[in-house]
């Protein structure tokens, strides 16, 4: 039973950082993707970051790139997004995702693994 619970979300301002945390359980295969969304409301779940464990390559999408940081931390099965330089256009609900295999395709059809979510707002 795979489960990911993000925490970190909150309010900061224009040029602020924040770091969201997910941890996951239950995610036994050797190589996965793990990933952040973000999702405006109205608007589609955009993939932000991926993170290709195993390999331990990294993918961004150009709105963060600079910017955001995806690492894993094997130990504490935990993934992080550092997120620095804070913008407005970065207010959203985050989400963290995973699969199995390496879904080089970063999208929500994709994943079939999520967490709850968490809010970031940023004034």
């Known amino acids: 039973h795979v489960q990911l619970v993000e925490s970190g979300g909150g309010s900061v301002q224009a040029g602020g950082s924040l770091t969201l945390s997910c941890a996951i359980s239950g995610l036994t295969y050797k190589r996965n993707t793990l990933a952040w969304f973000r999702q405006v409301p109205g608007q589609a779940r955009e993939g932000v970051a991926a993170?290709?464990?195993?390999?331990?390559?990294?993918y961004y999408a150009d709105s963060v790139k600079g910017r955001f940081t995806i690492a894993q931390d094997k130990a504490k099965n935990t993934l992080y997004l550092q997120m620095n330089s804070l913008k407005p256009e970065d207010t959203a609900m985050y989400y963290c995702a995973a699969e199995r295999g390496y879904c080089y395709n970063v999208r929500r059809s994709v994943f079939g693994y999520w967490g709850q979510g968490t809010q970031v707002t940023v004034s």
């Open positions: 993170y290709f464990t195993g390999e331990g390559s990294t």
